[in-house]
């Protein structure tokens, strides 16, 4: 049997991160490497992007 391990790399520091289960379009991953979180684009094929930061908006 084969295991559907993906791959891409980390836009941010190159690293390989590796999905044990098919990435779902909208996930966040995070880069095992540098921390960063990291947003799936299109699931095939696989690209993600640096998630943008979380605003905290605490309203007025
Ligand atoms: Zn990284």
Redesign the pocket.
């Known amino acids: 049997m084969t295991t559907h391990v993906q791959t891409t790399e ?1 836009p ?4 390989r ?1 590796e999905f044990s289960r098919p990435p779902l379009c909208g996930e966040i991953a995070r ?6 979180e990291l947003e799936v684009t299109s699931a095939s094929p696989l690209a993600v992007v640096v998630a943008p930061p979380v605003q905290e908006d605490w309203g007025e």
């Open positions: 980390c941010e520091c190159d690293a991160v880069c095992g490497d540098c921390g960063v």
